[in-house]
């Protein structure tokens, strides 16, 4: 059993930046594809971005180039940093692992994600 635990989340202005960082803690985590979700009111959850256990990364296109995700082992923690922020990007953001191989397709494949976080907050204002 994995268990995520997600912080970071906060309001801020467009153009802003917020950290999420997703902890993990029970079985090893190392071998899984960990991916972060978000889900805005009213909306489907959406791939934003996974990273695979040897740093592969892949991105959905809406954040690429303003998002980068990276995973520290050593500390059994995913991070997302965020940048230059937009008001779309508001949303509940979720952290997940797949044990599924990590690839771009895998981001739109949510029912591949057998753990998910509680999720944490982002809000951007205009």
């Known amino acids: 059993q994995l268990h995520l635990v997600e912080s970071g989340g906060g309001s801020v202005q467009a153009g802003g930046s917020l950290r999420l960082s997703c902890a993990a803690s029970g079985v090893s985590y190392t071998r899984y594809c960990m991916g972060w979700f978000r889900q805005a009111p009213g909306k489907e959850r959406e791939g934003v971005s996974s990273?695979?256990?040897?740093?592969?990364?892949y991105y959905t296109d809406s954040v690429k180039g303003r998002f980068t995700i990276s995973r520290d082992n050593g500390k059994n923690t995913v991070y997302l940093q965020m940048n230059s922020l937009k008001p779309e990007d508001t949303a509940m953001y979720y952290c997940a692992a797949s044990s599924a191989s990590c690839s771009r397709p895998l981001l739109l494949w949510r029912l591949a994600y057998s753990y998910w976080g509680q999720g944490t907050q982002v809000t951007v204002s205009s």
């Open positions: 990273i695979s256990s040897d740093g592969g990364t």
